[in-house]
């Protein structure tokens, strides 16, 4: 297996074995256990699963954001660098300016007492060496560009504007030094559908006009579905299912993604019954052993109670392949299952 970023032309940035816990060594939580994970440049790479299953650590694991209490192990390798083993000063050169975050709340990263223009001025001033009236007129353009009225919106302060107009705000600061990555981490949760839409419009323009590989965090999959290039399913912190979109949304290898995709209100499908999946996801303290799905898996066996099943390539009828981890993924592919 080609061991770094720079041997996929189109790799940007790698998650190789990714681990993270918090806590000691007596029972420690196990957020992200063994990730994998392929960037590609101009692309975006959805990161779905259930609350609690590790988006966000993985994400902030890429950022060195998370708290000290944290260990990670494996490898993050963005191009050839291994982020995990650079000192915190050189990966701050890189957050923000090579590979930038956008969080489902911009409140939380804006100033409220800082005018708009010059927090957007501030990162061009950190990362680029700007003057203060260059920085603010870059900070103008940008928020042109993120379709905001540049030479108003300068002036303003945060809560003068509104959700919407916010999150413009926090991507024009997270574009602001092309950043070959961005990951946003449920960026239009918060808001509503229209506005959903038109950020996402926007954040599919920038990855066209900077050729910006997108790591995309949701809940929302019909969403995911429409923008993202390529899937990971995450569960209790691994990866059950990995595909490009259209393949994954034309039908699961996984017995977790059979149940997501039909757990969501689909136009589609309007009138058939939502199947919640059943049982809720283990505790990160106490992850069953063999397969941490078995027991809310319908087709869960003895085997699926002792042994782990690993992330391994699975064939389509038209000899297309993805990643599923579940020992029986050739019996599942193209059934829906239902509840027993
Ligand atoms: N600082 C922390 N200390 C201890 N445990 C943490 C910490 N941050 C996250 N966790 C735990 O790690 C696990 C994964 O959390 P994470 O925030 O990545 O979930 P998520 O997939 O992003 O979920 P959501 O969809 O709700 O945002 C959870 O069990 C969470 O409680
Ligand atoms: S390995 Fe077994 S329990 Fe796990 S998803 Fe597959 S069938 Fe279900
Ligand atoms: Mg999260």
């Known amino acids: 297996m080609e061991s770094t970023a720079r041997g996929d032309p189109a790799a940007v940035l ?43 650590v993985s994400a902030k694991a890429v950022l ?25 000063r050189s990966l701050r050169a890189i957050r923000g300016k090579r590979i930038a975050m956008v969080f489902q709340q911009p409140d939380k990263h ?69 950043p070959e990555v961005l990951i946003a981490d449920e960026p239009t949760t918060a808001l509503d559908v229209t506005i959903q839409s038109q950020i996402l419009a926007l954040l599919d323009r920038v990855r066209r006009e900077l050729g910006t590989a997108i790591l995309f965090i949701s809940h929302d999959l019909p969403l995911v579905r429409g923008f993202a290039d390529d899937v990971s399913v995450l569960y209790a912190g691994r990866i059950v299912e990995q595909a490009t979109s259209r393949e994954l949304f ?60 690993p992330l391994r390539l699975s064939e389509d009828a038209d000899g297309s392949q993805r990643r599923s981890a579940c020992h029986f993924a050739e019996q599942l592919i193209c059934g829906s299952l239902h509840d027993g």
């Open 14 to 56: 790698r998650l190789e074995a990714l681990t993270v816990s918090f806590g000691g060594s007596g029972s420690p939580i196990r957020a992200v256990r063994g990730v994998d994970i392929t960037l590609r440049a101009a692309s975006v790479h959805a990161l779905v699963g259930e609350s609690g299953a590790g988006k966000s």
């Open 64 to 88: 060195g954001l998370l708290p000290r209490s944290a260990t990670c192990g494996g490898r993050i390798l963005f191009h050839d660098t291994d982020l995990l083993s650079l000192p915190a």
């Open 110 to 178: 804006l100033n409220p007492t800082m005018r708009v223009g010059s927090q957007v001025a501030e990162v061009l001033r950190y990362h680029n060496g700007l003057e203060r009236r260059e920085a603010l007129l870059q900070a103008r353009s940008l928020l042109d560009m993120v379709e905001l009225n540049g030479r108003e919106v300068l002036r303003s302060f945060p809560h003068e504007l509104s959700g919407g107009m916010k999150q413009r705000v926090a991507i024009a600061s997270a574009i602001a030094c092309r």
């Open 250 to 309: 034309s039908c699961a290898h996984h017995p977790y993604t059979d149940r997501l995709i039909a757990a969501t209100p689909d136009p589609a499908r309007r009138g058939e019954r939502l199947a919640a999946i059943r049982g809720s996801v283990p505790d990160p303290q106490d992850v069953p052993a063999g397969c941490a799905f078995a027991p809310r898996c319908p087709m869960a066996a003895d085997r699926c109670r002792v042994e782990v099943p």
